[in-house]
């Protein structure tokens, strides 16, 4: 079970990724040819630091509330009624916001989140729910969704898992939340986050704000946290961005027939978008189960073809109301069959009674995914040089067993989407451009072959190197991209992004005593890519300042992966640079023989406080002639 | 130092219950909490890379009323109370007085980081309670108070103190249940003021009345300066620094304070430049609401994201006071944060209807003006 079986709340409002643009050019790690003006905002055609160099990385929830719930029945309510319907959707309240993080500048089409807390709160300020968002990137990312330029045009959605629940329904007279808490006795819901309509104009009152479809259900352990084990409807076209999209602009989505019968189909981040974001209109279109799995994409057929099983609701009042689930029962006849056939959305019917196939499951109804799909292996740590997950088959919803899988490196690419020419000429970063996917080999599989169990499942484990040099001379590591399918000649067809992005880091030789010159260049390379830390806070990049912000600089960089209060950086570090820079930090303040002071750190630039005079006469006081700085009198 | 109606003293004179103590204690943390909004909206006026010197003295000023909240909450949990950071908060409102109508309700405002705001406000709040020439005054002013009516917020705490002694020797179980582990341990997170209390590691833990003592001192100390014999030294000997009215004059005057036997106190604004460069200062919308801003513009979203950060950082010290010590670690993230977004709000003008104004991270929802909480008599 999952967000797109009930009992399920539909929410909706808006989000803001404030990612910070300096380390989207690959270019910009380079701290050799690094100049001052790639932090800079983007004019014209000089790229800069893109359009946003100030981002913090925020993620965040705006304004979101509760819209709809469905009953486990698949009884809707909307508007009025059960009490949930008038609460509001938020975060964590007692910590810095989450943050949206890129695995690496060579793979922008994941972004996690980490450290999402995410609650439910009455209208008197009742905390009914409170809750973290298990870390997990967004998937099914496309570009062309609507006619905005980049980003702007981009949709995508994140799945995951709720988990440490923390319940508070004293005094709420709710009998949906009571379904659902009663659907959570195994301490985790299900999730799924659509993002989009992203303003990247910086000035505008919504840059860095989109729009947000959630919807949040029930979890059975069996089944997939991060996508739907389903009924993948795959375009077989491509649109003018490059995406799979169907003729009409229709990306892939995924569907599901619940406990009830009921076909629920989730086409939050499938329909093509108009002005304003709002669902585009594309005439009478239809649901059906076709009657040959043959007919393909773009077929005209008659009545005689399909199964006809409801029309498709393209208002964006579903959309942004139901979170653009739309759920259609299935009578006896068609529960019979559709394990065998596909179903699909038609365009039409003409004067003639013939439909267009827009959009149909993918070919013998295959789908073949991977729980996880962006990892970081560290060849500096043998705990951490390996991760775990489990992938999936399945034909039109039902687990294949028996099937053998296998994984393939992508060729040595450049990252040409990311590294644009600048004009005038002489402003383009002048860094070579680093070459993802060599040396092969680095990342292997066990098992090589993985072979899919009775549940349609394997378990599989990607081991690192052991040992990765610098193959990308200026960024830490080596990125691979990593295809995965059946290995037999009937592959299925997958989303674009659909791969494994794995971050390999660099060894690096253990520095008993790490010295300032050994951490500087680390230093400096993250305030070049984040200035709203390096000039917000303090440029970390000069000894005085590090050094006089030790305490703060150790407390981030000790912070694990999921707490928002890491600096985003270090998610992009190894564990041998970490503890590198832990044990520089943990000397300073060893010398200083005490906390460094907190007046560091909250905006200051100065040398730290210390060496200051008492005066003679205090009793308290040490002797002036032993204490520095006398002449000037204390510092502050 | 703040100046504070004797009869608030004269109340805690004839405190004959603990409960008396514990509000006036609540008091105290709306006050410490007070200022924090003055002083960082001084803070967050400044342009980035610019007035550096001015901004660490602010901020260490800041960092010095955070521990002063923090000894007060857990003297509070000490004696059996249950700090509520959150209340205190929604109860302030700018322009109007401090808490326990400091200085006979003086009028705080916040606003930009300006030679007037310094002088009529942050000095204001911070004058030492002093009759003589202080340091870098060459002429004695005026008295500071009229004899009898007000005291000093060093009385005050002193006089918090005299209480809990007197309900102790009376035999009153006020330290029976302390909740150490439920208190913040200061040297985790704050500067060290070792000199003061002569140990190695000063916790600011309170556990009998010794340690309430100490820890009531260490506010008073770096408040006021101290009182030495006929002189006054403006030197905070918890630390060595400056206590805040003269970090705050060093801003005002342009110059560091240092020592000059020809001067009448002893100490003159004749060191090492402090510039103030008001070009580099934004001129930031006064006494900012939240209900200021447009809704639906850049300036209003900003501004909602700062004050749920206050918000959230209030929330986050609740439950740091109310049993949860460690969960100072998110508190100090939510306070990065809201120095990050205050950025955010800056870079935005207030809008059509305060024109030429910069937006100012809001630290009140709306100018409805809240009932003051805490009230302590």
């Not at chain 1, 905002?41 to 705006?62: D, Y």
């Not at chain 1, 905390?127 to 980003?151: H, I, K, M, Q, T």
């Not at chain 2, 808490?99 to 309700?105: C, F, K, T």
């Not at chain 2, 109310?322 to 100090?332: F, I, R, S, T, V």
Request: aromatic content about 10%.
């Amino acid at each position: 079970m999952s967000y797109l079986q009930p009992p399920r709340l539909a929410f909706s409002g808006y989000f803001q990724a404030d990612v910070s643009t300096v380390n989207n050019d690959p270019r910009h790690f380079d701290n050799i040819s690094f100049e001052p003006y790639f932090q800079d905002l983007r004019e014209g055609q000089q790229q800069n630091g893109w359009w946003n160099p100030v981002g913090t990385g925020i993620f965040r929830f705006r304004d979101a509330a509760v819209r709809s719930v469905v009953d486990p029945s698949g009884n809707l309510q909307i508007g009025q009624g059960d009490p949930v319907l008038s609460m509001f959707v938020g975060n964590a309240f007692d910590r810095a916001s989450a943050k949206i993080v890129d695995v690496d500048p060579d793979w922008q089409l994941a972004s996690n989140l980490y450290g999402l807390g995410i609650t439910l709160v009455a209208p008197n300020g009742q905390v009914v729910l409170r809750s973290e968002y298990e870390a997990n990137p967004f998937r099914d990312l496309w570009f062309g969704r609507s006619a905005a330029p980049g980003d702007s045009g981009a949709s995508a959605m994140f799945q995951s898992v709720l988990t440490q629940l923390e319940w508070n329904l004293d005094g709420i007279n709710s009998p949906f939340l009571q379904q659902l808490y009663s659907f959570s006795q195994s301490g985790t819901l299900s999730i799924r986050l659509t993002t989009y309509g992203f303003g990247t104009k910086y000035g505008e009152n919504e840059f860095c704000y989109g729009k947000l479809i959630g919807a949040i259900g029930p979890v059975v352990a069996q089944e997939p946290r991060s996508f739907i084990l389903g009924r993948r409807f795959m375009p077989t076209t491509r649109n003018r961005t490059g995406d799979l999209a169907s003729t009409q602009n229709i990306g892939c989505f995924s569907a599901f027939v619940d406990q009830n019968r009921t076909l629920q189909l989730d086409l939050s981040n499938a329909l093509p978008l108009a002005d304003k974001y709002l669902i585009e209109q594309l005439g009478p279109m239809q649901i059906v189960l076709l009657k040959d799995p043959l007919t393909a994409q773009d077929d005209l057929i008659g009545p005689e073809a399909y199964y006809a099983l409801a029309s498709l609701d393209q208002t964006d009042y579903q959309q942004w109301n139901l979170s653009g689930i739309q759920s259609v029962p299935l009578h006896q006849s068609i529960y019979d069959v559709m394990n065998e056939l596909p179903f699909a959305l038609l365009s039409g019917p003409n004067q003639d009674g013939k439909s267009v196939v827009a959009i149909r499951e993918s070919l013998l109804g295959l789908e073949v995914r991977s729980e996880d799909i962006v990892f970081r292996l560290d060849p500096n740590d043998s705990n951490a040089n390996h991760a775990d997950t489990t992938i999936y088959a399945a034909r039109y919803g039902q687990p294949m067993a028996g099937q053998q899988l296998n994984f393939w490196v992508a060729a040595p690419a450049t990252d040409t989407d990311n590294t644009p020419v600048s004009q005038p000429p002489g402003t383009t970063p002048r860094a070579l451009l680093p070459v993802n996917n060599v040396p092969a080999f680095a990342v292997q599989f066990q098992p090589a072959l993985p072979v899919t169990d009775a549940a349609g499942r394997v378990a599989v484990r990607l081991q690192g190197p052991e040992v990765m040099d610098h193959p990308r001379e200026y960024i830490d590591g080596q990125l691979y991209t990593i295809s995965y399918n059946f290995s037999g000649s009937d592959p299925a067809l997958q989303q674009n992004f659909d791969k494994l992005a794995v971050l390999v880091f660099s060894t690096v030789p253990v520095v008993d005593n790490p010295t300032w010159n050994d951490v500087q260049p680390i230093l400096q390379q993250y305030a070049n890519l984040y200035p709203v830390m390096s000039q917000g806070l303090f440029d970390f990049s000069q000894k005085d300042q590090a050094d006089a912000n030790a305490f703060i600089m150790r407390f981030v960089l000790d912070k694990g992966i999921n707490d928002p209060d890491q600096m985003p950086v270090t998610r992009d570090m190894s564990s041998a640079k970490r503890a590198m820079l832990i044990r520089y930090f943990d000397q300073v303040l060893e010398s200083q023989g005490r906390p460094s002071s907190l007046l560091h750190m909250f905006g200051k630039r100065c040398p730290t406080r210390g060496g200051a005079a008492l005066r003679p006469q205090d009793d308290r006081a040490a002797p002036v002639g032993t204490l520095p700085g006398k002449s000037r009198g204390p510092n502050p | 130092m703040m100046r504070i109606s004797e009869k608030h003293i004269k109340a805690l004179r004839r405190a004959e219950s603990v409960d008396q103590v514990k509000s006036a204690l609540a008091s105290a943390i709306q006050l410490e909490l007070a200022t924090i909004p003055v002083y960082l909206s001084g803070l967050f006026s400044l342009k980035q890379n610019a007035n550096r010197q001015a901004a660490a003295l602010v901020q260490s000023v800041v960092v010095e009323e955070m521990l002063h909240m923090t000894l007060v909450c857990n003297t509070l949990i000490a004696i059996g109370g249950r700090p509520e950071i959150t209340a205190a908060g929604q109860g302030l409102y700018y322009p109007g007085p401090l808490p326990l109508n400091i200085n006979d309700g003086l009028q705080v405002s916040l606003k930009a980081l300006t030679p007037e705001q310094i002088e009529s406000v942050f000095m204001a709040i911070e004058k030492p309670d002093y009759d003589g020439v202080l340091p870098g005054e060459d002429v004695e002013a005026a008295p500071a108070s009229v004899p009898g009516e007000y005291a000093s917020i060093g009385d005050f705490y002193k006089a918090i103190g005299e209480a809990l002694a007197r309900l102790v020797e009376s035999g009153e179980p006020v330290f029976a249940e302390p909740k150490l582990e439920e208190q913040v341990d200061v040297s985790r997170w704050f500067p060290p003021i070792t000199r003061l209390v002569r140990s190695e590691k000063y916790d600011g833990k309170v556990s009998d009345l010794a340690s309430a003592e100490a820890a009531l001192g260490v506010i008073v100390v770096q408040g006021e300066g101290a009182q030495e014999g006929d002189g006054f030294t403006p030197i905070d000997s918890t630390d060595g620094a400056y206590a805040h009215y003269f970090k705050f004059g060093e801003i005002f005057h342009g110059k560091r304070l240092i020592e000059n036997p020809s001067a009448p106190s002893g100490w003159s604004y004749a060191g090492e430049p402090v510039p103030l460069d008001e070009d580099m200062v934004f001129d930031l919308l006064p006494n900012a609401a939240l209900s200021d801003y447009q809704s639906g513009t850049a300036a209003f979203f900003a501004a909602q994201q700062f004050y749920g950060s206050y918000m959230r950082l209030l929330g986050a010290l609740d439950t740091v006071f109310h049993g949860e010590p460690e969960k100072l670690n998110d508190a100090l993230g939510l306070m990065y944060e809201m120095k990050l977004v205050a950025q955010q709000v800056t870079r935005n003008p207030a809008g059509a209807a305060h024109p030429n104004r910069i937006a100012a991270p809001p630290f009140m929802l709306s100018h409805v003006q809240p009932k003051i909480g805490q009230e302590f008599n």
